[in-house]
């Protein structure tokens, strides 16, 4: 894991948003809700998303199960493509859960070379001692995000709300059950919190919930991807949230 300081490279930039507008929006922040892989970390970064898809693919045709992805859902290299998938066909099925639990420790194996998100380390623990509460909300294993935030030190800013995937599959993001979850938990309004995620299905769970929503890109192209997902305020770097905050 590499630390922060070796992690900034380019100059850190925004796209489309007020200084004054971000200021108010973190200002408003009660409770911020994370996605986990994205934002916090990058969960696959030393071990490869699509060979752990491949490998579902292979498991599932190693059981004579070929037919039950599309061409698609075999190409796809999305793991949780691969799950939803079946899930659709065998909802709450053995083979759901065993799939389920494959990828959760392939997932725990990711965490241990898992690159930390520059800056997120520092604004978390910043967030925590200005008075904010924090949750985890990820379609990732709850388990695996638990085991990273105690590998940096970080689990003591988010527990116990540390909310991810569960059995009940058809509820991940972008169905906003994972966030109505740690709203309820943490008894906070939708309009009192925040979502910070890079997906546009975390825009989406966040439009659902009624949760204002920032969205952070590492790089440009990502930035584009959730501007035209209808995101307005996107970061490509939190340095600008560590620096509101710490003014």
């Known amino acids: 894991m590499t630390s922060d300081a070796t992690q900034t490279g380019a100059v850190p930039f925004e796209t489309g948003n007020d200084p004054n507008q971000l200021r108010d929006l973190i ?6 809700l994370w996605d986990f892989d994205g934002p916090i970390c990058r969960l696959f970064a030393g071990h490869s998303a699509e060979r752990v898809a491949s490998d579902l693919v292979s498991w599932l045709e190693g059981r004579g199960l070929h037919g039950l992805l599309t061409d698609g859902e075999r190409e796809s290299l999305d793991p949780h493509v691969v799950l939803r998938a079946v ?3 065998h909802p709450g099925s053995d083979l759901v859960a065993e799939l389920e639990e494959r990828l959760t420790q392939e997932e725990l194996r990711a965490a241990s070379s898992a690159w930390p998100t520059a800056y997120a380390d ?3 623990r910043t967030w925590t001692a200005v008075g904010s509460r924090l949750a985890i909300t990820t379609n990732n294993s709850p388990r ?3 085991t990273y935030l105690e590998g940096r030190g970080l689990a003591g800013c988010f527990a116990p709300h540390i909310y991810g995937r569960t059995q009940d599959l058809h509820r991940l993001k972008p169905d906003p059950h994972c966030l109505n979850r740690a709203l309820r938990a943490m008894g906070a309004a939708p309009g009192d919190a925040l979502m910070i995620g890079d997906t546009p299905s975390d825009h989406e769970a966040a439009g659902r919930a ?3 929503f920032l969205g952070y890109a590492r790089n440009e192209r990502k930035a584009k991807i959730l501007r035209d997902a209808g995101a307005d305020r996107v970061l490509v770097s939190l340095a600008p949230l560590l620096d509101l905050l710490r003014a």
Do not use: K, N
């Open 210 to 212: 009624g949760v204002p």
């Open 122 to 124: 520092p604004l978390i």
């Open 27 to 32: 200002r408003r922040a009660r409770v911020v």
């Open 87 to 89: 899930d659709r066909r």
């Open 144 to 146: 695996v995000a638990r």
